[in-house]
């Protein structure tokens, strides 16, 4: 069932987002080689309850870090560990907080210090596939819309999109209806409306879109071990046309 927030719903997933934007921006200064990305995870998780907020992620399903942190070629769900990062790497973060019993959830990947050409054109083009995604994301449009616009522009450049892992609504729990493809054909799934909540989270790969997991049974990782990228913001569909992000400062 898709639920409709009420204002005062909404009110505090924009707290909760809003936290998560801090917590992104705060990343975005701490990213350069010789962090760890425990050093990462350790920063959000103090900054998240500082603010009076909880780290979403910890614990959920027994994950055992704050954030996640997938180098490379990891797709999602990398964990936060002692691993340095180089010069050349790309890091995609994600981060949950969940304020007053309600959820932001958004992810970005960043470059350390100087990368590939290639590396580079990913996660731009993961970037603006959100956007071209959330074109779609209005009252009238169906669901797969928004999942069509994003693979068709992910293909259009030469770059594949997962299949395994998807979006999701959001709200009091993290992970709600609808699951959200990120491919399909258009014209599909539930009508958009006013009041929901979804997390639109594009994860893009530069060779085969299909993934394995580690052994440490959280990481993802491509089965060609060609680089991946990953955009996700928390989204609501508004009755005036424009959608609104919720993870935003
Ligand atoms: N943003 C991710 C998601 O949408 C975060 C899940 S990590 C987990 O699924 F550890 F919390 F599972
Ligand atoms: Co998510």
């Not at 990062?85 to 007053?100: N, P, Q, Y």
């Not at 999701?168 to 699951?179: I, Y």
Request: charged letters at 25%; hydrophobic letters at 35%; glycine letters at 10%.
């Amino acid at each position: 069932m898709i639920t409709i927030k009420s204002h005062k719903e909404i009110d505090l997933m924009r707290q909760a987002g809003s936290i998560v934007a801090k917590a992104h921006c705060l990343i975005e200064e701490m990213i350069k080689p010789g962090v760890t990305t425990l050093e990462l995870d350790q920063a959000v998780e103090a900054l998240i309850r500082d603010a009076g907020a909880t780290p979403t992620f910890k614990g959920y399903s027994g994950y055992p870090k704050s954030i996640c942190t997938s180098v490379n070629e990891e797709v999602v769900h990398g964990i936060p560990s002692k691993r340095k990062l180089c010069e050349g790497d790309i890091v995609s973060v994600d981060i949950g907080a969940t304020f007053k019993g309600y959820v932001g959830d958004a992810a970005r990947t960043h470059p350390v210090g100087k990368i590939s050409s290639e590396a580079d054109k990913l996660i731009k083009i993961t970037r603006e596939s959100f956007f071209k995604g959330i074109e779609f994301a209005r009252e009238g449009y169906r669901l797969s819309d928004i999942s069509n616009a994003i693979q068709t522009y992910v293909e259009a450049n030469g770059f594949s999109i997962v299949r395994d892992f998807v979006g999701h609504g959001v709200g009091s729990k993290m992970h709600e209806d609808p699951p959200i493809p990120n491919y399909g054909q258009k014209g599909r799934g539930p009508r958009l409306r006013a009041g929901m909540t979804l997390a639109i989270e594009p994860m893009v790969n530069v060779g085969t879109y299909e993934v394995r997991i580690l052994d440490d049974e959280w990481t993802v990782v491509t089965l060609d071990g060609k680089l991946s990228s990953h955009y996700e913001h928390s989204v609501l569909i508004t009755g005036t046309g424009e959608p609104e992000l919720l993870t935003v400062i």
